[in-house]
């Protein structure tokens, strides 16, 4: 159990004060916000020793600010090495350390300690599982855009796929981390794609204006891919921006097919559209996720029973 705070010097000179004036104990807790006990110890102690001053430390001074020091250091070195850790389970690994007539700690404090030292409880925030390569295409992806104007983004079609489910099925993870890390690689939950049920949709969107929604039945192979490249991104691209359009996809390996490149090929050939080189595992590059998480909020109000609700 953790131990309590000792009252200020200030507080208890107040409380002597106040009862002094004929106050009851239970007056003086409420007037200045501390617990019955510690105002009857506080009125106890002063009849006893006459004296506001703290109790002089048994022990050398020093020792116990040591100690402290040196748990409060294991406690945070603990919780970088793995950001996992609960607190009980942090608390476990420092009561292992101490012997059986060792003070023991308890999960409160290690929690109270970790906050004092700036790691907070966090849910981890989900992003792709990138590797080095990974890395350095995005790092040459962003620094041949940086420069880019507004109206050079206005000029892309945004797409991707996403699936809507009736009920989230994420389940959340907490790790410990300090103010700023919230991306850091030891912070994070790697995600993959797929997986889950409900509705699947290809969509997409130029500048502040959303392109055609279309709903896809079944596993969506190159063909239906193609279809929709024809039906709706092309048609979408043409309406929002205009000839030239750039286009903008991922990596998906039915965007990429023989069949799909072909025709995307021939059109950009035609002045039709331009299409964006895309980085591998970006999803978070694209913009649409934000219109993605948006219309999930929005689905999710309405409260939809089915499927067919749902769209």
Same mark, same amino acid.
């Given at each position: 159990?953790?131990?309590? !705070?000792?009252l200020s010097k200030e507080k208890r000179v107040a409380i002597i004060t106040l009862r002094n004036e004929g106050q009851s104990v239970r007056k003086i807790g409420k007037t200045l916000k501390v617990s /019955? *006990? @510690?105002v009857a110890k506080t009125i106890k102690r002063y009849k006893k020793t006459g004296s506001h001053e703290d109790r002089p430390r048994k022990g050398r001074v020093s020792e116990p600010i040591i100690w402290f020091a040196a748990e409060d250091k294991f406690i945070r070195v603990t919780s970088l090495r793995n950001r996992r850790l609960s607190a009980a389970q942090i608390r476990d690994q420092v009561n292992a350390t101490q012997s059986s007539s060792s003070r023991h700690i308890s999960a409160t404090t290690v929690k109270r300690r970790l906050c004092e030292s700036g790691l907070h409880g966090r849910i981890a925030a989900r992003k792709p599982l990138l590797r080095t390569g990974n890395k350095q295409k995005r790092l040459v +992806?962003? !620094? %041949?855009?940086?420069e880019w104007t507004l109206d050079q983004w206005k000029s892309v079609l945004w797409s991707d796929e996403s699936k809507f489910v009736i009920f989230g099925s994420n389940h959340r993870v907490f790790v410990r981390r300090r103010k700023g %890390?919230?991306? #850091? *690689?030891t912070c994070l939950v790697p995600t993959v794609k797929h997986?889950?049920?409900?509705?699947?949709? +290809? $969509?997409?969107? @130029?500048?502040?204006?959303? $392109?055609d929604l279309?709903?896809? %039945? $079944?596993? /969506?192979?190159?063909?239906?891919?193609h279809s929709i490249l024809?039906?709706? @991104?092309i048609p979408s691209g043409l309406r929002l921006v205009g000839p030239s359009f750039i286009f903008q996809q991922d990596n998906d390996p039915k965007h990429t097919s023989r069949l799909c490149k072909g025709y995307l090929t021939k !059109? %950009? *050939? #035609?002045g039709v559209l331009r299409q964006m080189t895309w980085p591998p595992q970006s999803p978070d590059l694209n913009p649409i996720e934000m219109v993605w998480g948006e219309l999930d909020r929005r689905m999710k109000a309405k409260g939809p029973t089915s499927a067919k609700h749902l769209w």
């Open positions: 159990m953790a131990r309590q !705070k000792q /019955l *006990s @510690a +992806w962003a !620094k %041949e855009h940086k %890390e919230r991306m #850091d *690689s997986g889950g049920g409900g509705v699947m949709v +290809w $969509g997409c969107f @130029a500048g502040d204006t959303v $392109g279309f709903k896809i %039945e $079944g596993i /969506l192979n190159q063909h239906g891919y024809q039906r709706h @991104a !059109k %950009e *050939s #035609d």
